[in-house]
């Protein structure tokens, strides 16, 4: 079973800290996201990675930046935590190429609050 | 740019009956997937359903059918024999072939099964 984990579920941070956010896949993903969910407005995407290295902005990139340094691993970062920024974080990853099915495998999410 | 419409923020319905999630959704495009995926509360997201915008056959999983109408772009989803585990945020996705597996999600249905 393809198995995403995060390195929180629940997180509180104080405005102005810096905040990690850690997601791990085991199914040698190429392709992983980092998603925010808040009521009404379904899941949207911050960033996503399709390879070691590589990033692309998403829908809603402001305030946030992301790192991959292992095919495994995706990580966001809060630079400088702000209030608005309390919300659930999901991590997803998907196959490409022939093994792209198009489904995402989703982590059990991090609910952050910034105070 | 695609849009998904989920209408219905919130739904009920008594144990054992059906119940029917509605989405629409807005593309130029003419190959692509379209998913439901449950969040039951405080557990991960997981895919309920996929459907492949060629087939005209609606996909069914045990309980779980879809009703894909491609002309007027709405994918609809019927629980049948609802059971206290459907309780759950429901959300319908849309992917294109092009689109580097990049999913667009509805605002979500949250589904209550009543005893």
């Known amino acids: 079973d393809v198995k995403v984990t995060q390195s929180s579920r629940y997180l509180v941070k104080r405005t102005g800290e810096k905040v990690f956010l850690e997601c791990v896949q085991d199914m040698d993903h190429e392709n992983m996201f980092w998603y925010r969910q808040d009521p009404g407005l379904g899941l949207r995407l911050i960033y996503f990675?399709?390879?070691?290295?590589?990033?692309e902005k998403g829908d809603i990139p402001e305030g946030y930046s992301v790192s991959r340094e292992k095919k495994e691993r995706f990580s966001l970062i809060l630079e400088s935590a702000s209030t608005n920024q309390t919300s659930m974080y999901l991590c997803a990853s998907v196959g490409a190429g022939s093994r792209a099915t198009y489904e995402q495998y989703f982590g059990p999410g991090t609910r952050l609050t910034v105070t | 740019a695609q849009t998904v419409t989920q209408s219905q923020p919130e739904m009920s319905v008594q144990e054992a009956e059906t119940v029917t999630l509605s989405c629409t959704y807005d593309?130029?495009?003419?190959?692509?997937?379209l998913f439901w995926y449950k969040q039951p509360p405080s557990r991960q997201m997981i895919l309920v359903i996929r459907?492949?915008?060629?087939?005209?056959q609606n996909a069914t999983e045990n309980r779980f059918s879809v009703n894909f109408q491609k002309a007027a772009k709405s994918f609809s989803l019927k629980i049948s024999d609802s059971q206290l585990g459907d309780t759950a945020m429901y959300f319908c996705?849309?992917?294109?072939?092009?689109?580097?597996?990049?999913?667009?999600f509805g605002g979500g249905t949250r589904l209550m099964v009543k005893p």
């Open positions: 593309t130029s495009e003419n190959n692509y997937y």
């Open positions: 990675s399709y390879d070691v290295k590589m990033k």
């Open positions: 996705a849309f992917v294109s072939y092009d689109a580097g597996n990049m999913l667009t």
């Open positions: 459907q492949e915008a060629y087939k005209q």
